[in-house]
Each structure stands twice: as structure tokens, then as C-alpha cells.
């Protein structure tokens, strides 16, 4: 399995707009491509220094998965323009990691 983390920062004005764009279309445009191998996403969120911090960690069953996801540039970020309207700044590559453990409460 491959997690693949991205960071993003917003003002804290347009936080909320942020992360109503993600549910409500980037994240629902994502599952709603069927991609074979994606597992699903979190997000998470912070205050961060006076803007606001957000994270998506996606899971995948292999960097075959996350080309399919992101292109044969697969690190590059994929970042639609209308969430680049409301970031301050974002990470330009996500990074990726081989999963070694994951466990369920219990």
C-alpha cells in the first residue's frame, strides 16, 4: 500500500471556503473517477501560524495506483485552480510512503 501526503495553506478567511471546495467537489471528483487501487482520503486541518493548515493523505495499493491518480509525474501535486485561488502556498510534490503497518482501533 502507498500513502501519498500533501500540505496546503490558507488565510483563515478563506479556510472554510477551502475546505468546503475540497468535500464538496475535489474530493467526491476524485471517487467519482473510479480509479482502480484508490483506497480513499483523509483530511485534516490546524491552525498554523495565523493561516490554516491542510492535509490530504490518500491511500492507494501501488504507485501504479497513484500514476493512474496524478500522471507519470506522479510526485507532482495535483492542485485544480480553484483551490490554488484560496491557497496561501502548497507543497508542489506530495510526498509518498510504503505502508508497512495499519491498524484499526481495537
Excluded at 25 to 36: D, K, S, T, V
Excluded at 43 to 55: Q, T
Excluded at 79 to 92: F, G, K, M, T
Amino acid at each position: 500500500m502507498i500513502c501519498r501526503i500533501w500540505h496546503g495553506w490558507t488565510r483563515r478567511e478563506s479556510a472554510d471556503a477551502y475546505e468546503q471546495l475540497l468535500r464538496s467537489e475535489i474530493i467526491r471528483g476524485i471517487a467519482a473517477r473510479g480509479l482502480q487501487g484508490y483506497r480513499g482520503l483523509d483530511l485534516l486541518r490546524k491552525d498554523d501560524d495565523g493561516l490554516v493548515a491542510f492535509v490530504t493523505v490518500m491511500w492507494f495499493d501501488s504507485i501504479e495506483a497513484v500514476q493512474a491518480f496524478a500522471g507519470a509525474d506522479y510526485q507532482a501535486a495535483v492542485v485544480p485552480h480553484s483551490a490554488q485561488a484560496l491557497l496561501v502556498r502548497y507543497d508542489r510534490e506530495a510526498t509518498h510512503y510504503d505502508v508497512r503497518e495499519r491498524s484499526d482501533r481495537g
